[in-house]
């Protein structure tokens, strides 16, 4: 696990498929994946052109939505940490709760991360 490529809430973006399909150029899962999270989230504006990112944390480009909406990513960057589990109101955070309720695995990939 690359830990530069644990997002701010802990999600792994090694493993998401725009993280994937930017890495490898693929434009066939930028179009599948594309269909995915349009029908998912309601949201035709996601085309397979806007499946472009190199991860959370990273500096290069990032998809739309956790480069410019994302509420856990925003409220770090403001706060002035690397990611969450930096901050000392994270075990209270209904924030990041959106993320930790559903996916223990998140909270526990931000555990011991520098
Ligand atoms: S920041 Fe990029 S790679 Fe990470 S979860 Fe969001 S879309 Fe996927
Ligand atoms: S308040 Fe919540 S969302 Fe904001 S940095 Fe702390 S844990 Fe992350």
Same mark, same amino acid.
């Given at each position: 696990m690359n830990n530069k490529l644990i997002a701010c809430c802990g999600l792994n973006c090694e493993t998401c498929d725009a993280y994937i399909a930017t890495k490898n150029n693929d434009n066939a899962l930028r179009e599948k994946t594309a269909k995915k999270w349009a029908e998912m989230n309601n949201?035709?504006?996601? =085309?397979a052109e806007t499946?472009?990112? =190199? %991860? +959370?944390? %990273? =500096?290069g480009v990032k998809f739309y939505f956790c480069g410019h909406l994302c509420p856990i990513r925003k409220c770090a960057i403001e706060k002035g940490f690397?990611? +969450? %589990?930096?901050?000392?109101e994270m075990g209270n955070c209904e924030t990041i709760m959106m993320i930790? %309720?559903?996916?223990?695995d998140a909270k526990n990939n931000l555990c011991g991360l520098k």
């Open positions: 949201a035709p504006e996601i =085309t499946i472009n990112c =190199t %991860g +959370c944390r %990273g =500096t690397d990611h +969450c %589990g930096l901050c000392p930790h %309720g559903s996916n223990p």
